[in-house]
């Protein structure tokens, strides 16, 4: 029989954040007990900040009654062993005289098959709802007395109210509404529930709460001309603390436009989970509460979050006032330090600085705006606005540029700093130094990643070189880099990092792993070039045909991979059959390509003249000169297409 079943679990207040964190495996627990204790059934999961609750349209009242078999030793074991027999007897719950045997394959062994009842819903669901609740975790947990303080609310099945006792508390059927309404909700029949709690001040589902958060403000942006900036993070978080929502439009004093929109966004955001509100495409001074009052007047919650935003706005004003005052420096930054052995955060800078200067010199990027902009990139961790809102670090150092008279681009290079984007060539150059000193100087120290752990996000510094490498077309040659930056640090294992940086490029591309595995087995280092040739290797291995060139070309790899390429030397004299002479005349003309693309091509087009070489020529003959010259030749073919991509790596 299947019949209707409520739970809701009441709970003070639950914190937003650890309650979605948590919300994939809330829904998902329930599922797997559902499926162990074979009950399974569809069901909806509801939040509001004081409920949990799990709404089965149709829930089994009772589990299926099952045949179960129980299996035990072979007979040819069990007649030579009583203990056996006696041992399978009380599992099974029977006499030894009442054990049977059964075969199985080729095989009897001790059986028995027994009906089992299926147990009522009611019986079992206070053990699955403590299983379920003592799995979910909210991060830290908090006791009153000697009890959790998560508790049970009504478990219904229909109009019959489950009572059990856990956590310290007695379950019943009655719930609360929304805080404003005291009164206990008594519940006869689970339909109740959802249409009292909709009396009560209480939208249940939290899609409506979405809804109506949304739709309020859409209002609110057409009544006031503005445009409200709903940042998806934080709805879900208002949608999860409150159970009736209500957006509010507040207004702040137009002096603090004065601040970076930065600052009063972050303000808004963090502090208060307040939208911020834009006109003409500009911030202006307003704000978009959410209360989850139940009233219809709300001239004091608007008069209340005004007076608070007023105050968080007139100590930032302080900060930023004070900042630009005492200007940006990066003294104070010697006494705060980096990491064990690598020196302060002054030390680091002068490292990034001669980084920048390698850089800049190779690439021909103005060494003095690099230098400039590295130099001041953290001195905005020394300012009271960064201390106060840490997010900040970086954009503040923007502004206090700007506001010192420093070129445009050296802002912009500050501001962009710990992103994974540049939108200048001074931008691009400061950021690579400062990934290229973090991961230098972790490494050297022996802090390397392991497994799924990096705490130190060494992993991300490596993608940021790449990527900006990428995007701003720099032509950076990793091994040439690293052996520069080598003498800055001890213990600096190049080798290992090269390894570690080449890893990475394989989350770059949406290619055949052994395309890129194929390129970098080369002796290639320089990004671009990589870049270049996997692109090219992934067309041809994408093409139709491409089955029928490996085979040819990997033949050609195998055949010389013992062979020393720095001893290739093809002698035309030692040629014996028409099949050397045509494969070598033709092979000559690859010095006639120096396009990448066409080169390939052309060592493609050599396939026929390879297969025919390879039918009807012995390369290890017993002739000494003769093998080598035609390892030589085939070497040369090899030694040419390794400066796109060792083929024999490639799979498919």
Known sequence: MLKPLLIEIGVEE???????????NIEKSWLNILEEYNLKTDFNFYYTPRRLTLWHREFPTKQEDKTEEIWGAPKAIAEKNPKAVEGFAKKCGILPNEVEYKTKGDQEFLYFKKEVKGKEAKELLPEMIEKWLKILNFGKIMKWGSCREEFIR????EDEAIIFNKYCVTSSNFTYGHRFFKDKI?????????????????????DERRKKIISDIEKIEKDNSVKVEIDKDLLEEIVAITEY????LGKFDEEFLVLPPEVIITSMKENQRYFPVFKNNKLTNAFVVVSNAYTKDFSKIINGNERVLRARLKDALFFYENDLKNGL??????????MDNLGSLYDKVKREEKIGEILAEKFNVAKEKVNKAINLAKADLLTEMVYEFTELQGIMGYYYAKAQGIDEEIAVAIKEQYSDSASNKISALLNIARNLDTLAGLFSIGKIPKGNKDPFGLRRAANYIIKISLENSIP????????KIKPFYKNLDTDKLLEFIYERFYKFYNV??????????TDESNILEIDKKIKLMNEIVKSSDFKDLSVTFKRVGNIVKDFDL???KVNEKLFEKEEEKKLWDEFKKVKNYTDLEKKLDFLISLKPLIDNFFDNVMVNVEDEKTRHNRKSMIASIYKEFLDIADIKEITI
Do not use: H
């Open 14 to 24: 639950l914190p937003a954040i650890p309650l979605l964190k948590e919300l994939s």
């Open 154 to 157: 009504p478990a219904m099945i």
């Open 186 to 206: 008594f519940i006869d029949f689970v339909g109740k529930y959802f249409c009292e709690l909709d009396k009560k001040g209480v939208i249940l589902y939290q």
């Open 245 to 248: 929502p209500t957006p509010l």
């Open 329 to 338: 420096s990066i003294e104070g930054l010697k006494d705060i330090v980096y």
């Open 476 to 483: 950076l040659d990793f091994k040439e880099i690293l052996e």
């Open 512 to 521: 055949n792993p052994s395309v890129i595995r194929a390129v970098l087995a």
């Open 566 to 568: 720095n001893t290739i």
